[in-house]
């Protein structure tokens, strides 16, 4: 079909000589009608996913698939894998407590959630060429089962990845053999101080967030105070009777409709605040997973290095006596020599993946708390004033009634 | 002429904080129509209503403090001075109208048929200038108690300096202070409540044995002022109280209060203890009867062992005898105002409650958005300090906004609080007022039982003579002692008989002070809490 060269631009400009539409490349999705699946214990919650595009390996302009939360999660996993140095867009957390799992609030909010995850996805200029992500947005159910069962956990490693692990440890433990306990780790300044930056963004984030959590924790509790209040006032307006009944019904009457005012105001500041303040923890979160992938290549790439320097030592060794091993030897050092220049080039891609992914990082956070703080402002002076309205109207309420009353 | 007044007035009022509510003053016009109400002898709802447009104040005259001008005024049905020891007595002689006048001025025409039909005329004039009584307590001092000086350096006390400010002729002179003592507060609260029973007395404020112990020193003594200053206010916004003889004493009388002091129980337990035996099997059977005098009072426990024996037997037989007793309650209308009562403080200790949470949810609230304000600020100051590119920068900026609004939102909300409680603490206030309310309904049961106990007594004493005489007429001549028992016991049954007389004239006097003081109270409470709920609303307007 139509072949089009991949090149790696800036802002997914993708511009195909031969594509017949003029239009850029565009890539859309939307995570919409969660709808419960399945009985009891094994219930879980499916979303549509809606994909519009005109990308050239995507089938047709738009594409409905249905997916869960395992999948999203797989594709995470994948990206993560698959992409080291860049910041992979978090994933709303999996629900620990049984009964909030099905709360409209709790699935409007993960909803959310998924949905951004997945735009982010699409609109990053490298990861919106993933094929993992093509797979999840346009794949029968089927064949993302299979690929999801395929690729889960730790369990399902390639044998590569095996040995590495085996290295790993064994480089982990003649470390503390001999007495090397610190791990090996880059002198970067500027690096230092990014990782502490990040480090110490997500204490002041997750402080934040947990009292913007409480905030709407009390606007219900206000709503909820206001709703009893104005109930017991109506009671007492009616052991009263005539003008003075009726003022208090009136004020009971107001204070139950503020009631609603405030709960309405909870959920917007739910949803529109506290969410985003949430989101921004957990992308801090995926950032320290991505600094501890630089650390893993970082380190791999040490010890590479050393494992060579070894290795150069044992072959000019072996060299001078020319002993038959030496042919194989040899070429073990051509193959370690071969995988420490890719563990340095992997280590190096990182680097300048990062470099460039923390300046959108900030631009794109900047971008998101501006819009949640105008949400959170409008929203608080939309309450205040729709509480200072009502109240308002009630005053030449309350003066008839005390003229007419006396 | 008085609409313009009244605008301003309502308008005043409205954006007046509290305080200035309180002490505002009831201008000439309002006396001088008043005045003419006065001379009117008609109270018939059309002269009322005539008269409505001109003493019309919703707000002003439904001031709760003071301010009701009253012309002399008293216990208005109190016919026959002789046999009360109340110092009321001082102002029977005048046409007694003042009292159930304060009650007209404040209402509409329709509530003029509570009026009983006294005579409207009032003697007096009264002052040209309002009537007002402000009492403030200050200055708390160390005393020590010197008599007992068994205690070394022990007993000392504290007494605060209570002024007055008065035109009220009674009083002579119009500015003045005492030094008083709490044990002086809680002897002139039982000496009020011994003479006006049947009204709805404020309470006075707590003992507070535990807490003057528990508490810094300081702290108690500011909280015990405050206390004391709120209860003389209350005292002296009664429309009949604040004419008592027994407050002004309070307020006035250098040195040592005059008032009879409370006994304790032990003490009285020991004359009551005393008296007993006497009474029972005492030289004259006449020493048995009640004291007429007395019979006014409730009866004191320890004092009057004898009679309270008798009135628990009476009130027994009341709840589990077959018959009825003498005298019931009769009054419809009080027993369904009493009800209506009932049912508006169970309501109302539940709005007290919600009101309670309501005031919390808005203090947290506004505490958790300026601890949100300080997080952000925290942030905006990190940022800010390792801004490493320009969004962050830009951010901070944005942060900093957010974090400045919401503390000085939080501020607002602080203040919003503190006003709604003070609006709020309206519906507390007449908790108070209905315990108050409940003591008097208490003061009259207890009259009644007394006038049930002693007409039982009659009824006994009747049928002991009528068996004695017809015994005595079969034997001709008569039995010497026999006679003489006949003597004592008619004499007995005279004395009973004007107990009796004098019980059932202070039940209805505590009848018809229940009744006038639930028209004061519904009234009071009515503007009170209309403007409760004015404050209220208005200041949530204004805060937000």
């Known amino acids: 079909m139509i072949t089009t060269q991949r090149s790696h631009t800036g802002g997914g400009g993708l511009q195909s000589p031969r594509s017949p539409s003029s239009q850029p490349p565009f890539l859309s999705v939307s995570v919409t009608d969660p709808a419960k699946m399945g009985n009891g214990v094994q219930a879980y919650i499916s979303y549509k996913v809606i994909t519009k595009t005109n990308f050239p390996d995507y089938q047709g302009p738009e594409k409905i698939v249905i997916r869960r939360y395992t999948d999203f999660v797989w594709l995470r996993d994948c990206l993560f894998k698959k992409y080291k140095g860049i910041f992979i867009p978090p994933l709303p957390e999996k629900s620990t407590v049984e009964k909030f799992r099905f709360s409209a609030e709790f699935i409007e909010m993960r909803r959310q959630a998924l949905d951004s995850f997945v735009n982010r996805i699409a609109l990053h200029h490298e990861l919106q060429h993933s094929e993992d992500l093509r797979t999840f947005l346009q794949a029968d159910e089927q064949t993302m089962e299979r690929a999801r069962s395929q690729d889960t956990g730790i369990f399902k490693r390639k044998p590569a990845d095996l040995m590495q692990i085996f290295r790993d440890v064994q480089s982990k433990v003649s470390d503390v053999v001999l007495g090397k306990e610190k791990p090996v780790e880059e002198t970067n300044p500027e690096y230092e101080k990014l990782k502490r930056y990040i480090f110490e963004l997500e204490d002041h984030l997750a402080e934040a967030q947990k009292h913007a959590y409480r905030l709407v924790k009390r606007h219900r509790e206000l709503g909820q105070s206001l709703s009893d209040f104005g109930k017991a006032i109506k009671l007492l307006g009616a052991c009263e009777g005539d003008a003075l009944g009726t003022a208090f019904s009136e004020l009971g009457a107001k204070s139950e409709m503020l009631s609603i005012k405030l709960q309405r105001e909870a959920h917007h500041l739910l949803m529109n605040f506290e969410e985003p303040l949430k989101d921004y923890v957990r992308a801090v979160q995926s950032i320290k997973g991505t600094i501890g992938e630089r650390a893993n290549a970082f380190r791999q790439q040490c010890e590479l290095s050393e494992t060579i320097k070894l290795k150069e030592i044992d072959l000019n060794k072996l060299r001078l006596t020319r002993s038959e091993k030496m042919l194989d030897a040899e070429h073990e050092y051509e193959e370690l020599k071969a995988d420490g220049e890719e563990a340095t080039r992997r280590f190096e891609t990182i680097v300048k993946l990062m470099n460039e992914e923390i300046i959108r990082f900030q631009d794109e956070k900047t971008q998101d708390m501006g819009l949640a703080f105008h949400e959170f402002a409008k929203g608080q002076a939309r309450l205040a004033n729709g509480i200072a309205d009502a109240w308002r109207s009630l005053i030449p309420k309350l003066d008839a009634l005390t003229l007419s009353s006396s | 002429m008085m609409g313009s007044e009244n605008q301003g007035f309502e308008e005043a009022q409205l954006y007046a904080s509290r305080e200035e509510m309180e002490s505002l003053v009831l201008d000439d016009d309002d006396n001088n129509n008043n005045n003419n109400d006065n001379n009117s002898s008609s109270r018939s709802n059309g002269g009322a209503n005539g008269d409505g447009s001109q003493h019309h104040h919703p707000l002003s005259s439904s001031l709760p403090f003071a301010e009701i001008p009253t012309t002399d005024d008293d216990d208005p049905l109190l016919s026959s001075p002789s046999t009360h020891k109340s110092p009321n007595a001082f102002n029977s002689f005048l046409e007694p109208p003042s009292y159930a006048d304060a009650v007209f001025r404040s209402f509409d025409g329709d509530h003029g048929k509570q009026i009983n039909g006294h005579g409207v005329v009032s003697t007096s004039s009264p002052s040209s200038s309002s009537d007002y009584l402000k009492i403030s307590v200050t200055d708390p001092q160390k005393d020590q108690d010197l008599k007992n000086s068994l205690v070394p350096g022990g007993n000392t006390f504290v007494t605060y300096l209570i002024t007055t400010w008065t035109n009220l002729p009674e009083f002579n002179g119009t500015e003045f202070s005492v030094r008083r003592r709490f044990k002086d507060v809680v002897t002139l609260s039982d000496r009020l409540s011994d003479s006006y029973r049947g009204f709805f007395i404020p309470l006075r404020p707590d003992k507070s044995v535990v807490e003057s112990q528990v508490m810094q020193k300081q702290e108690f003594v500011e909280q015990r002022r405050m206390a004391l200053e709120k209860y003389l206010r209350k005292l002296a916004a009664h429309p009949v109280i604040r004419r008592s003889e027994e407050l002004r004493v309070f307020l006035q009388v250098q040195g040592k209060l005059p008032l009879m002091k409370t006994t304790d129980v032990a003490s009285r337990m020991l004359d009551g203890a005393v008296k007993l035996p006497k009474q029972l099997f005492g030289e004259s059977v006449v020493s048995a009867a009640v004291d007429p005098n007395e019979v006014s009072q409730p009866a004191k426990g320890g004092r009057d062992l004898l009679r309270i024996f008798k009135e628990l037997r009476q009130s027994v037989t009341n709840d589990w005898g077959e018959t009825k007793p003498p005298v019931v309650e009769e009054d419809k209308e009080f027993l369904e105002k009493k009800k209506k009562l009932q049912d508006f403080e169970l309501e109302l200790s539940n709005v007290s409650q919600q009101a309670e949470s309501l005031v919390k949810a808005q203090q947290d609230i506004g505490e958790t958005l300026g601890q949100l304000g300080l997080a952000f600020v925290k942030l905006t100051k990190f940022e800010s300090e390792e801004a490493m590119f320009n969004s962050q920068k830009v951010r901070a900026a944005d942060m900093k906004n957010v974090a400045t609004s919401a503390v000085k939102a939080s501020r607002l909300y602080r203040e919003l609080n503190a006003q709604t409680v003070k609006h709020l603490d309206k519906l507390h206030e007449y908790l108070g007022v209905m315990l108050a309310v409940n003591n008097a309904y208490a003061d009259r049961s207890n009259a009644l039982l007394t006038v049930q106990t002693l007409l039982s007594e009659l009824s006994n004493l009747n049928s002991r003579i009528e068996k004695l ?60 809490f209309f403007g409760m709920l004015k404050g209220f609303v208005v200041n949530q307007v204004s805060i937000l």
């Open chain 2, 469 to 528: 005489e017809a015994a005595a007429s079969k034997i001709f001549g008569g039995d010497r002692s026999r006679v003489r028992k006949l003597e004592e016991l008619k004499e007995t049954m005279r004395v009973t008989d004007e107990a009796k007389n004098c019980a059932i004239r202070e039940y209805e006097r505590i009848k018809e002070n229940n009744k006038n003081e639930l028209n004061r109270l519904d009234k009071e409470r009515h503007d009170d």
